[in-house]
């Protein structure tokens, strides 16, 4: 996929996760841009978005998923950077027993690591 198909599919899960996690456009609309909003709505919104993406087994992300899915998802000039950027911050959610913090801080992690290549819907 190219990045704007990326980016399009990105849109259904985020019209399918924003009412349940009942956050606004103004919490979650600039992740991408490296605006995280430390709510709980917030970080479970980015829970719901890893789950539908297929890289959270069994109520915990899951590194090798994550690379599954890049393989599979996004368009090869991404490729490695992304998966760089899940290799740096694949043990940040060891720290949290909650889906939605280590979902949140993994997320935040990869945007801080490559903001130039991190794609959140």
């Given at each position: ?12 899960m985020k019209k399918s ?72 911050c694949k043990d940040i ?29």
């Amino acid at each position: 996929m190219t990045r704007q198909q990326l980016k399009n599919s990105g849109k259904l899960m985020k019209k399918s996760c924003m009412p349940k996690n009942d956050v606004t456009e103004e919490q979650i609309g600039q992740i991408e841009q490296g605006k995280f909003i430390e709510e709980r709505n917030v970080m479970c919104y980015i829970a719901c978005v890893y789950t539908m993406t297929q890289v959270v087994k069994n109520n915990k992300l899951s590194y090798d998923a994550v690379i599954k899915q890049v393989d599979m998802m996004f368009p090869p000039d991404m490729r490695d950077a992304v998966k760089a950027s899940a290799e740096k911050c694949k043990d940040i959610s060891k720290k949290y027993k909650d889906i939605c913090e280590a979902s949140y801080w993994t997320a935040k992690c990869m945007y801080e690591f490559d903001p130039e290549n991190f794609v959140f819907p």
